[in-house]
């Protein structure tokens, strides 16, 4: 066995494995009744569920926090600049 290929020197790649968890979440969606209390819990579980791997992903591009903050209010909110 190479010492790359050793599961202890394995490399933890959280991106994968959070989008994996949001493909189990959306799989487990699937299978929630279709009913009004299954709808909700459905909607809530999806967001929940997927918002680590887009927000991990958004964290990784790196945008600075001088443009996320609110330096002056006529200036716009910090999306008008992307």
Known sequence: MNFEESPRTKKFD??????DYSVLITGIVETMPNTR???HFAG????SGTSPALN???AQVGVPCSI???QNT???TPNDEF
């Open 14 to 19: 959280l991106e994968e494995r959070l989008i």
């Open 56 to 58: 991990y992903a958004e």
């Open 44 to 47: 809530q579980l999806i967001r």
């Open 68 to 70: 996320l903050t609110f």
């Open 74 to 76: 006529e200036q716009g």
């Open 37 to 39: 209390a299954g709808n």
